[in-house]
């Protein structure tokens, strides 16, 4: 009972925070988690931010979705990228002491695709939550809006079904 | 009612405190997997890599690990044979790990001793080992080092050509086909090259003849000389008057001897010419015989010995196994990366590479320091006497700092292996990588070895009694192999659709029970060397080629025949041409030459004649004047 609590809770917390920081945040999450490797400590910490902040948790899983496909095509431009930083000698020391550190190895940051990817993902990120930010706001204002004024929609907000769906909206607060 | 105005702000932290169950019940779920499913996972894992490593299932009984105590137990391990798949290769009852507890945090895995006990040997299994075995992806050194291997073992075999001659010996009339070499043949093209070398030559020649003086201009020279000549000198005034007109003659004679001298090179230079282009067309009649055989499929095998045509394609695979191992261990433990002064090592993985950013001092990232192998013989039949240690296997040799070792030895007498030797040593520890092994058996036995499974024939070696050993050794792009065997109670198996070639073979392999093999691939990446002998090789050779020697060499006189026949008509014609070309040049040119050097004689003549007329002269009225002198003197008495 309390797993199958926990697991509504979790839906309901992929319909939260729709505000449009908190969907772009989501969003550039995303970008991280579909570019890096699954297997580093890297996605331990994706998913302890998602989970923990207020971060649009289904608009990080549609980000991640779509731009892991793309990343596949990404990682021989990741590898190129990696390579490069990890053969930086003024970065040396600092590999090396990370590589010699408790528990960061797991990071696997000595990855050539693992660093590129990140190095890539930190280089979009900041563009990316201001154009899904953008993005979301013209969707809000332009799309919405429209299918609003349409009769379809007011049809389907005339029916039962919608109804029933604004009594859950209202009881699941 | 709810009422909005007098609400509280909903202030929202950016934490959401709400997300610390399902975290910690996503942990709770990550240390159970660990509990109850890691081990599990690991021995699918490491059958997975094993298997692939092998090209053979590679399965584990059981596998613990206490990573707590730092203990890792592993039992029955069974490595399947990929030639033979309901048999392993080795069977192995238990391992047991023994690793360093701190490095774990560093995701460092150091296994300070471990023990293999219990080693078997060729045990069946209860399903096959076979998988379908995925083309291995040979980096550019392998590919490189075989590309080298197979030019030049067609270089050595040819291709196809041990099948050529079984159809020689069911006595085919391989040269009873037409034989037209067409106007595109080399002969024909250089014939027709020749030809028109010699048009074109003939035509500069005659512009060069026709500038050179004619007869008449040297009768008129030499007209003048002898009117020159005839003159006499009876004083000083005279000499210089003829030498003057002399003079005037020689300036003439030079701009003839210059022009003749001139067109005499041009003729030289343009014979050689043209005797080469005619040379050139024997070579393209060479060439064209050894098209006609090509296309005719005369072989050209080197019967002395077949032990490269019939062993070369193992000695092939021996090789490409190995380079296999070396890449195997090049990509695992791979040597310093070049141009660092820090040990750090670069390894391939199946996505990007991994950096181990060495320090000196520390692990490499993964360690086993020492293993030790012991096995004793027991019951079972298929377990041997085995001994070895293996040494340093790590994966940033450079901050290990030593090269890895392992030495085994073992006896399986059962299996009737004995005195059976391994030595390995992998020095990756520079930038050079270095890898050497030794492999020996004192007696192993042979069943069922395939010599040649091609046409035309099939030759197996049913059973036999082997001992031989193999060294390899590795430096960076350079590489050479050596095996040497001894068969001795060699019992055959010969197939072959050819009745005469199945009796010249019953005839060679009679009483020929044993043979040794000796063969060695020396080299650098594409420029490989290799040597094959064996006398079982020397023996079928021999027997063969006293068969088709005769007929290969009437093959290749019926072909030069021919060949010259086809093109006799025009070659004679081009000789022809060649003879006129040098009877039209050579002759009249000598002729003018000689007539201008003659001219040169007697102009020379002519002023030494004069010169010295004109020196007696002087003498002459020189004398009279000292008479004269002396007449005029009168001396006192005394």
């Known amino acids: 009972m309390l797993i199958i609590r926990q697991l509504l809770k979790f839906m309901e917390l992929l319909h939260k925070e729709t505000g449009e920081n908190q969907l772009a945040a989501g969003f550039a999450l995303g970008l991280f988690m579909g570019f890096t490797p699954m297997g580093s400590l890297f996605w331990a910490g994706y998913l302890v931010m998602l989970i923990m902040f207020r971060i649009n948790i289904g608009a990080a899983f549609l980000s991640y979705g779509v731009l892991k496909i793309l990343s596949f095509a990404l990682d021989p431009v990741f590898d190129r990228v990696g390579y490069s930083v990890l053969s930086m000698p003024s970065l040396r020391g600092l590999f090396i002491a990370a590589f010699q550190a408790p528990i960061v190895p797991f990071t696997r940051f000595n990855n050539t695709v693992v660093m590129g990817s990140l190095v890539v993902s930190f280089l979009l990120a900041v563009p990316f939550y201001f154009a899904m930010k953008f993005a979301i706001r013209r969707y809000r204002v332009v799309v919405v809006e429209r299918i609003r004024n349409t009769w379809m929609w007011k049809a389907f907000k005339a029916t039962k079904l919608f109804q029933l769906y604004e009594q859950y909206e209202k009881f699941a607060g | ?638």
């Open chain 2, 1 to 638: 009612m709810s009422n909005t105005k007098n609400s509280p702000v909903n202030f929202k932290t950016p934490i959401r405190w709400g997300g610390f169950v399902p975290l910690v019940i996503i942990t709770t779920a990550t240390c159970l997997y660990f509990w109850l499913f890691f081990d599990r996972h690991l021995k699918y894992g490491l059958e997975v890599g094993a298997t692939a490593a092998n090209g053979a299932r590679v399965d584990i009984g059981s596998l613990k690990t206490r990573l707590l105590h730092g203990e890792i137990l592993v039992s029955k391990v069974e490595v399947g044979n990929p030639k033979e798949p309901m048999k392993n290769r080795v069977e192995v009852e238990s391992m047991r790990f023994k690793l360093r507890v701190p490095p774990l945090i560093k995701m460092k895995v150091v296994i300070e001793d471990s023990s293999i006990l219990g080693i078997k040997y060729g045990t069946a299994r209860t399903y096959s080992a076979a998988i379908p075995v995925a083309p291995k992806a040979a980096s550019q050194f392998s590919k490189q080092v075989m590309n080298g291997f197979e030019k030049v073992l067609k270089e050595k075999v040819g291709e196809g050509e041990v099948e050529r001659v079984g159809s020689l010996l069911e006595g085919k009339n391989l040269t009873g086909q037409a034989i037209q070499i067409g106007e595109d043949s080399n002969s024909m093209k250089n014939i027709r090259a020749a030809q028109s070398l010699i048009e074109s030559s003939s035509k500069d020649l005659d512009a060069k003849m026709k500038a050179l003086p004619d007869e008449k201009a040297i009768s008129g020279i030499k007209a003048k000389i002898d009117a020159i000549g005839a003159a006499k000198v009876n004083n000083v005034e005279d000499a210089g008057r003829l030498l003057n007109d002399l003079k005037s003659v020689e300036t003439d004679v030079s701009s003839m001897t210059n022009k003749a001298t001139d067109a005499g090179n041009s003729v030289t230079q343009v014979t050689n010419n043209v005797t080469q282009s005619v040379n050139n067309v024997e070579k393209a009649i060479d060439e064209d015989v050894a098209y006609v055989k090509k296309k005719l499929q005369i072989p050209n095998l080197n019967l002395k010995d077949l032990t490269t045509p019939l062993l070369g394609p193992k000695l092939g695979q021996l090789l490409e196994q190995s380079l296999y191992y070396v890449e195997l261990a090049r990509k695992y433990m791979p040597p310093k990366k070049k141009g660092e002064k820090e040990p750090i090592a670069v390894q391939e993985r199946k996505k990007g590479r991994d950096f181990e950013f060495g320090q000196r001092a520390t692990y490499p990232g993964f360690l086993l320091e020492k293993a030790v192998i012991t096995s004793a013989l027991s019951e079972d039949p298929t377990q041997g006497d085995a001994k070895g240690e293996i040494f340093g296997v790590n994966s940033n040799p450079s901050v290990y700092g030593k090269p890895t070792t392992a030495a085994l030895t073992a006896n399986f007498p059962r299996a009737k292996v004995a005195g059976a030797r391994v030595n390995i040593n992998i020095d990756h520890v520079t930038e050079v990588a270095k890898e050497s092994g030794s492999f020996q058996v004192d007696s192993f036995p042979v069943e069922e070895w395939v010599l040649s499974e091609g046409s035309p024939f099939f030759l197996k070696v049913l059973k036999a009694a082997g001992r031989g050993g193999l060294e390899m050794r590795f430096q960076d792009d350079e590489l050479s192999l050596e095996m040497k065997a001894l068969l001795s109670q060699v019992n055959y198996e010969m197939k072959t659709d050819n009745a005469k070639l199945e009796g010249i073979l019953k005839r060679a392999l009679a009483n020929f029970s044993s043979f040794n093999l000796t063969a060695r691939v020396t080299g650098k990446e594409g420029k490989i060397d290799m040597f094959m002998a064996s006398d079982l090789g020397e023996r079928l050779g021999n027997a063969i080629r006293q068969e088709v020697q005769a007929q290969l060499e009437l093959a290749n006189q019926e072909i030069r025949k021919k060949v010259t026949a086809e093109v006799a008509e025009k070659r004679k014609a081009l000789d022809q041409a060649l003879d006129g070309f040098k009877k039209n040049t050579l002759g009249p040119l000598d002729s003018k030459i000689k007539g201008v050097n003659d001219l040169k004689g007697q102009l020379q003549a002519q002023i030494d004649r004069i010169n010295k007329e004109k020196d007696n002269v002087i003498k002459g009225k020189a004398q009279q004047e000292l008479d004269k002198v002396k007449q005029g003197i009168k001396l006192p008495k005394f």
